[in-house]
T-cell receptor
Framework: GQNIDQPTEMTATEGAIVQINCTYQ??????LFWYQQHAGEAPTFLSY??LDGLEEKGRFSSFLSRSKGYRYLLLKELQMKDSASYLC??????????WGAGTKLIIKP | IAGITQAPTSQILAAGRRMTLRCTQD?????MYWYRQDLGLGLRLIHY???????GKGEVPDGYSVSRANTDDFPLTLASAVPSQTSVYFC???????????FGPGTRLLVL
C-alpha cells in the first residue's frame, strides 16, 4: 500500500526554527506538497517540490532531495500563529494525492 | 463568491437518511475532489472529477456518489447514511488534475 509518514506532534518555542520531516512509499512520484491546517479550518497550500532543491516562501521553506532521502518543511522565526497542523502529501503515478496524517505543531512563548 | 464554497457548514443526520453535500467553485477549475478527514488519518479521497461530465472513484468511494453536470458544481450524495460516515468533508479543486489543489471550508457531518 501507499503511505506517508510524518511526526504526529512537535513542540517549539516562539522565534525558533523547526523542521518537519516527511517520508513516503508511493507508486510513483509526481511531486511533494505541504499544506497548513489550523484547527477547524481547511488545508491551505504552502509549497510544492518536484525537483530536488529548496523552495522558499518567506519564513517557510521546503526541501527535497530524492537521492538522499531528505524531504522536509522548515519554519523559521516561529510565531504563535504558526500553531497548526502541517500536512505532507505526495502525488503518485496516477496524479492522485496521498496524504499524511499531519504534524501538529505547538508553539510555546 | 470567490473560491470554493460548501454547504451546509455542519449537519446532524439520522442513520438511513439521504444527504447531499454541495460544493461550488468560481475559479473555472477543471478538476474537483471530495475528501473526508478523520482524526489521526490523512485526507482520504472519496471521488474526483478531472473535467465536467466525468467522475472517478477514489480510495473510499463506497456509500457515496457524485455528479459533475457542469464546471462549477460537484455535489456529493450519501444515499443512506451510516454512523461510520461521521467525518469532516472537504471539497477541493485544481486548474488541471495534476496541479495544486485548493480547498473549501468543509462540512462537518454527524450521523447518529
Amino acid at each position: 500500500g501507499q503511505n506517508i509518514d510524518q511526526p504526529t506532534e512537535m513542540t517549539a518555542t516562539e522565534g525558533a526554527i523547526v523542521q518537519i520531516n516527511c517520508t513516503y512509499q508511493t507508486s510513483g512520484f509526481n511531486g511533494l506538497f505541504w499544506y497548513q491546517q489550523h484547527a477547524g479550518e481547511a488545508p491551505t497550500f504552502l509549497s510544492y517540490n518536484v525537483l530536488d532543491g529548496l523552495e522558499e516562501k518567506g519564513r517557510f521553506s521546503s526541501f527535497l532531495s530524492r537521492s538522499k532521502g531528505y524531504r522536509y518543511l522548515l519554519l523559521k522565526e516561529l510565531q504563535m500563529k504558526d500553531s497548526a497542523s502541517y500536512l505532507c502529501a505526495v502525488m503518485d503515478s496516477n496524479y492522485q494525492l496521498i496524504w499524511g496524517a499531519g504534524t501538529k505543531l505547538i508553539i510555546k512563548p | 463568491i470567490a473560491g470554493i464554497t460548501q454547504a451546509p457548514t455542519s449537519q446532524i443526520l439520522a442513520a438511513g437518511r439521504r444527504m447531499t453535500l454541495r460544493c461550488t467553485q468560481d475559479m473555472r477549475h477543471n478538476a474537483m475532489y471530495w475528501y473526508r478527514q478523520d482524526l489521526g488519518l490523512g485526507l482520504r479521497l472519496i471521488h474526483y472529477s478531472n473535467t465536467a461530465g466525468t467522475t472517478g472513484k477514489g480510495e473510499v468511494p463506497d456509500g457515496y456518489s457524485v455528479s459533475r453536470a457542469n464546471t462549477d458544481d460537484f455535489p456529493l450524495t450519501l444515499a443512506s447514511a451510516v454512523p461510520s460516515q461521521t467525518s469532516v468533508y472537504f471539497c477541493a479543486s485544481s486548474p488541471q488534475h495534476q496541479e495544486t489543489q485548493y480547498f473549501g471550508p468543509g462540512t462537518r457531518l454527524l450521523v447518529l
